[in-house]
């Protein structure tokens, strides 16, 4: 089974400035990664497919990259809104979920 | 509107069953997959178990298999999730999900749109 870990657990950002969020695949998903944000109380949302795609109505200032085995989320500008945890899946495989990384005020 | 409408919370006794609902609304919704997501307090998300909503067939997580029960029913373009015999470590929220499904690709899926999620107490 393919383990996805993200890193750091807690990022602390200030508003306005860039966050970078990383998420390590145990074996080659080549470029099958998607990331979610997860705001309190609130379900999941999809704002990155395919590891760099943007969904349907998810702002420039999320981006994503990676291949392989190493992705990358960047925000930036970090907004008030973008307070969350995210989540990197991939479906390259069996799928499976990271473990989270909260990005939270600093 | 295109949306997913969960079942309302629910708190149960050691041993009860239970069944949990989630309809979707939208064009065609019938030929969409649909999953479930535990996610229990303070955790990340886990995939359960997903089903077609057209032919009810079925995949599970290997973790969830023999523990939880999918099925659908097309008609009302509806999943739900059952157990049999709840146990206080089912504690949970679950949320259900529509597959982006990249079906005959050689991949697999991820979700593209989500319930609110309906929160499953068990307590003696």
Same mark, same amino acid.
């Given at each position: 089974?393919?383990?996805?870990?993200?890193s750091?657990?807690?990022?602390?950002?200030?508003? $306005?400035?860039?966050? %970078?969020?990383?998420?390590?695949?145990? +074996? *080659?998903?080549?470029?099958? &990664?998607?990331?979610? /944000?997860q705001?309190?109380?609130?379900?999941?949302?999809?704002?990155?497919?395919?590891?760099s795609?943007?969904?349907?109505?998810?702002?420039?200032?999320?981006?994503?990259?990676?291949? $392989?085995?190493?992705? %990358?989320l960047?925000?930036?500008?970090m +907004? *008030?809104?973008d307070?969350? &945890?995210?989540?990197? /899946?991939?479906?390259?495989?069996?799928?499976?979920?990271?473990?989270?990384?909260?990005?939270?005020?600093? | 509107?295109?949306?997913?409408?969960?079942?309302?919370?629910?708190?149960?006794?050691?041993?009860?069953?239970?069944?949990?609902?989630?309809?979707?609304?939208?064009?065609?919704?019938?030929r969409?997959?649909?999953?479930?997501?535990?996610?229990?307090?303070?955790?990340?998300?886990?995939?359960m178990?997903?089903?077609?909503?057209?032919?009810?067939?079925?995949?599970?997580?290997?973790?969830?298999e023999?523990?939880?029960t999918?099925?659908a029913?097309?008609?009302?373009?509806?999943?739900?999730?059952?157990?049999?015999?709840?146990?206080?470590?089912?504690?949970?929220?679950?949320?259900?999900?529509?597959?982006?499904?990249?079906?005959?690709t050689?991949?697999?899926?991820?979700?593209?749109?989500?319930g609110?999620?309906?929160?499953?107490?068990?307590?003696?």
């Amino acid at each position: 089974d393919i383990v996805m870990t993200q890193s750091p657990a807690t990022l602390s950002v200030s508003p $306005g400035e860039r966050a %970078t969020l990383s998420c390590r695949a145990s +074996q *080659s998903v080549n470029s099958n &990664v998607v990331w979610y /944000q997860q705001k309190p109380g609130q379900a999941p949302r999809l704002l990155i497919y395919g590891a760099s795609t943007r969904a349907t109505g998810i702002p420039a200032r999320f981006s994503g990259s990676g291949s $392989g085995t190493e992705f %990358t989320l960047t925000i930036s500008p970090m +907004q *008030s809104e973008d307070f969350a &945890v995210y989540y990197c /899946q991939q479906y390259n495989h069996w799928p499976a979920f990271g473990g989270g990384t909260k990005v939270e005020i600093k | 509107e295109v949306q997913l409408e969960q079942s309302g919370a629910e708190v149960k006794k050691p041993g009860d069953s239970l069944k949990i609902s989630c309809k979707g609304y939208g064009p065609n919704f019938s030929r969409y997959w649909i999953g479930w997501v535990r996610q229990m307090s303070g955790r990340g998300l886990e995939w359960m178990a997903v089903i077609h909503l057209s032919d009810s067939k079925t995949k599970y997580s290997p973790s969830f298999e023999g523990q939880v029960t999918i099925s659908a029913d097309k008609s009302i373009s509806t999943a739900y999730l059952q157990w049999s015999s709840l146990k206080a470590s089912d504690t949970a929220m679950y949320y259900c999900a529509r597959l982006y499904y990249y079906e005959n690709t050689g991949l697999y899926w991820h979700f593209d749109l989500w319930g609110r999620g309906t929160l499953v107490t068990v307590s003696s």
